[in-house]
């Protein structure tokens, strides 16, 4: 059963397969990150890139972030700070790809990116905006299963409807992994840093993070409230339960959580009309 795990995983990390762009990243991780000339030559790179630049400044005014006026790169580099827009210039095509194929996951990744940054303010957390980056990237996951094992998705679809069990225990019975691992695997692959890629590898399973259990309980708690609103479509009907160990990390009450779902309702709307405006757009390109 290993030999299905193991396989995917060198798959993955073996980038040249993965819907990413090499060139960019090798340069992009070849660069320091505190360095100051190296932010300033790593937005020479990403805006050398016209596509790419348009792509992360798409996502940098998305209301995950909440800023709406990132006119360029190097604003974005000041506003998101480095390791965002790193992370935003490696997943951008996945994050096409999704607004292609999978709207209700693009729109519920969305969702969970707004809501991690909405948790992290109320709770006055530092590094919101890559707490709101992990909420955005936590089911990269499921778009590279889907790109690399599209009859196993086929298969963890079908246990889904017949199971009637969460799409992380579908995959483990198919793949004998789940989506949280595959997308740790990924942004190891991609070198982010553990703040980014531990959130994405225990997004389900909060007990299981070490250093960054605080930024890891947000992303999972906005993953359950946002299954919980119906907003968007993350591959199964269930909600999850918030998780004891998110509970006592971030010192939770009841009235924090309702705070916090009232807030997420309007900023929801926003989340649509984001969604709404990008698909017009995919559209009046396309014809």
Same mark, same amino acid.
């Not at 006119?71 to 996945?94: E, Q, R, Y």
């Not at 590898?201 to 946002?226: P, Q």
């Given at each position: 059963m290993d030999e299905k795990r193991n396989e995917l995983k060198k798959i993955i990390m073996d980038t040249k397969t993965l819907p990413t762009l090499p060139g960019v990243i090798n340069k992009l991780n070849s660069l320091s990150d505190n360095d100051k000339s190296s932010v300033q030559e790593m937005a020479?790179?990403?805006?050398?890139d016209q596509v790419l630049?348009?792509?992360?400044?798409?996502?940098?005014?998305?209301?995950?972030?909440?800023?709406?006026?990132? !006119?360029?790169?190097s604003n974005a580099m000041i506003l998101l700070?480095?390791?965002?827009?790193?992370?935003?210039?490696?997943?951008?095509?996945?994050?096409?790809?999704?607004?292609?194929?999978?709207?209700?996951?693009?729109e519920h !990744?969305?969702?969970?990116g707004v809501a991690s940054n909405l948790i992290a303010t109320k709770l006055g957390l530092p590094e919101c905006e890559e707490i709101a980056t992990a909420g955005l990237l936590h089911d990269i996951g499921k778009v590279i299963i889907?790109?690399?094992?599209?009859?196993?998705?086929? *298969?963890?679809?079908?246990?889904?409807?017949e199971k009637r069990v969460y799409m992380r225990e579908?995959? %483990?019975?198919?793949?004998?992994?789940?989506?949280? *691992?595959?997308?740790?695997?990924?942004?190891?692959?991609?070198f982010l840093p553990d703040k980014l890629s531990e959130p994405i590898n225990c997004h389900h399973n909060v007990a299981a993070a070490g250093n960054h259990r605080i930024k890891?309980?947000?992303?999972?708690?906005?993953?359950?409230?946002?299954?919980?609103?119906?907003?968007?479509?993350?591959g199964d009907s269930y909600v999850p339960q918030i998780q004891q160990a998110a509970w006592d990390t971030l010192k939770l009450n009841e009235q924090i959580i309702a705070d916090i779902v009232e807030a997420l309702e309007d900023k929801l709307v926003e989340v649509k009309n984001f969604?709404?405006?990008? %698909? %017009?757009?995919?559209?009046?390109?396309?014809n």
């Amino acid at each position: 059963m290993d030999e299905k795990r193991n396989e995917l995983k060198k798959i993955i990390m073996d980038t040249k397969t993965l819907p990413t762009l090499p060139g960019v990243i090798n340069k992009l991780n070849s660069l320091s990150d505190n360095d100051k000339s190296s932010v300033q030559e790593m937005a020479r790179i990403v805006s050398s890139d016209q596509v790419l630049s348009a792509r992360i400044l798409r996502l940098a005014n998305s209301p995950s972030y909440g800023f709406y006026r990132v !006119s360029t790169i190097s604003n974005a580099m000041i506003l998101l700070g480095v390791n965002v827009v790193k992370s935003l210039a490696l997943s951008s095509s996945i994050f096409e790809i999704m607004e292609k194929n999978s709207v209700g996951l693009w729109e519920h !990744s969305l969702g969970v990116g707004v809501a991690s940054n909405l948790i992290a303010t109320k709770l006055g957390l530092p590094e919101c905006e890559e707490i709101a980056t992990a909420g955005l990237l936590h089911d990269i996951g499921k778009v590279i299963i889907s790109l690399k094992c599209s009859e196993a998705e086929r *298969e963890v679809r079908r246990v889904i409807d017949e199971k009637r069990v969460y799409m992380r225990e579908a995959e %483990q019975e198919i793949i004998d992994t789940d989506h949280a *691992e595959v997308g740790g695997w990924l942004a190891k692959s991609w070198f982010l840093p553990d703040k980014l890629s531990e959130p994405i590898n225990c997004h389900h399973n909060v007990a299981a993070a070490g250093n960054h259990r605080i930024k890891t309980a947000v992303v999972h708690i906005a993953d359950a409230l946002i299954k919980a609103s119906g907003f968007g479509d993350s591959g199964d009907s269930y909600v999850p339960q918030i998780q004891q160990a998110a509970w006592d990390t971030l010192k939770l009450n009841e009235q924090i959580i309702a705070d916090i779902v009232e807030a997420l309702e309007d900023k929801l709307v926003e989340v649509k009309n984001f969604s709404l405006e990008l %698909q %017009q757009g995919a559209d009046a390109v396309a014809n």
